[in-house]
């Protein structure tokens, strides 16, 4: 039985970072498009993949604390570094994408979020506004973020080094 939760947790990771894939692939186009429409055609993108994301980040989650008890690792130090790595790095990412990408909706006039409600779309802003703000999206420190966490994620997992 192990095995197979271990299976379906790891299944659950591919389409988890398939879905946020577009997330990414926005991120690292935002910064070359200028037209309002495209941008918006982004965002859009991204969005659409969010509820399988989601469905993958909790699949994720009840399946790795499932291995978690049928392998007898909650003892060990490797399984709560993980969970709270998981805590770090998802706060990061909210952090980062709502700094970037926050006021380049608001420009956009397209709704932000807060908590679980949509807030009121604001007039957008002037072209040159919104070519400035897509312009200062950096990519970076997210990508790092998500690639970095993943690969400890894989170490933490593979190597259980504690």
Same mark, same amino acid.
């Given at each position: 039985m192990y095995l197979w939760?271990?299976?379906? =947790?790891? !299944?659950?990771? !591919?389409?988890?970072?398939?879905? =946020?894939?577009?997330?990414h692939s926005v991120l690292l186009r935002i910064r070359h498009e200028r037209t309002p429409d495209r941008l918006r055609a982004l965002f859009d993108l991204s969005s659409s993949t969010y509820n399988l994301m989601f469905l993958g980040l909790a699949l994720v989650v009840v399946f790795g604390v499932a291995a978690g008890v049928a392998g007898s690792w909650w003892g060990t130090g490797w399984i709560w570094a993980a969970l709270v790595l998981g805590v770090v790095v998802s706060a990061t990412m909210f952090f980062l994408a709502q700094r970037s990408f926050g006021p380049l909706r608001r420009a956009l006039g397209m709704p932000l979020f807060s908590g679980d409600k949509a807030q009121p779309p604001a007039p957008a802003a002037s072209d040159d506004e919104i070519?400035?703000?897509?312009?200062?999206v950096?990519?970076?420190p997210m990508t790092i973020a998500g690639i970095g966490g993943l690969a400890i994620f894989m170490w933490l997992m593979l190597f259980k080094p504690f």
């Open positions: 939760l271990v299976y379906v =947790h790891a !299944i659950s990771v !591919i389409l988890f970072v398939l879905m =946020h894939g577009a997330s070519a400035a703000l897509a312009a200062a950096q990519p970076l």
